[in-house]
């Protein structure tokens, strides 16, 4: 069974630091990985969506790395900004369908 | 890109009524849909997988005569919320895949729909 944690549970940064999102997953045979974004009472917003077969993928100042064989993947935000507030959640695939998510890392970027 | 519609975003019901909420694919045909609840602070749990044409296939511990799922086209999918009751409020978050996709396509989330049963 596929279980995925994140770490840390909760991270405050001060305006303009850069950061890093850790989250691991325990069965590697996954074909994919994707990052989400939430906002407090929103839905969630597909961030980056890594293969099996990429080590990273980018999107403006997200970067997110994927490490199969150890089970783990970073999510890298560059020069952060208080807009980037919000929940920040891994995913894998399950078998044919279903995402297993992690716990998710609440991010607070103070002005 | 893919989008996914939720409606209602929020409602309010009484104890011992019925909700539906509403999962539309609009650019894309799914077959299957998923349905998540989430509680204050939480990851996302999968309550049942909604396959089109088909029964759902719901998660353990989920009752499948209080969640009722209906998919009856490739671009809608309904989870009804029967004899609501205090402890049903949450927060519901449906989700599709692009038909044409394989498993390295992603998911497409809905924007939720938050229930508070009085």
């Known amino acids: 069974k596929q279980e995925v944690t994140q770490i840390p549970a909760a991270l405050s940064v001060p305006e303009g630091e850069n950061l890093v999102l850790n989250c691991s997953f325990t069965?590697?045979?996954?074909?994919?990985l994707q990052w989400f974004r939430q906002d407090p009472g929103k839905g969630l917003t597909s961030l980056l969506l890594?293969?099996?077969?990429?080590r990273e993928q980018t999107s403006g100042r997200l970067n997110a790395s994927l490490d199969k064989s150890s089970g783990r993947s970073t999510l890298y935000i560059a020069a952060s900004q208080p807009g980037d507030s919000a929940t920040y959640l891994c995913?894998?695939?399950?078998?044919?369908?279903?995402?297993?998510f992690g716990q998710g890392t609440r991010l607070t970027i103070n002005p | 890109g893919a989008v996914v519609s939720q409606h209602p975003s929020w409602v309010i019901c009484k104890s011992g009524t019925s909700v539906k909420i509403e999962c539309r694919s609009l650019?894309?045909?799914?077959?299957?849909m998923f349905w998540y609840r989430q509680f204050p602070k939480q990851s996302l749990m999968l309550m049942a997988t909604?396959?089109?044409?088909?029964?759902?296939?719901?998660e353990q511990g989920v009752e499948k005569d209080k969640f009722l799922i209906n998919h009856a086209s490739l671009t809608l999918s309904t989870l009804t919320v029967t004899s609501a009751h205090p402890e049903d409020s949450s927060f519901y978050i449906c989700?599709?895949?692009?038909?044409?996709?394989?498993?390295?396509?992603?998911?497409?989330f809905g924007s939720g729909t938050r229930l508070t049963v009085v």
């Open positions: 989700s599709a895949r692009d038909l044409t996709g394989t498993l390295n396509y992603g998911y497409t």
């Open positions: 069965d590697s045979a996954i074909y994919n």
């Open positions: 890594i293969q099996s077969s990429q």
């Open positions: 995913a894998v695939p399950q078998g044919a369908q279903k995402l297993v």
């Open positions: 650019d894309f045909q799914a077959t299957t």
């Open positions: 909604s396959n089109e044409g088909s029964k759902a296939t719901y």
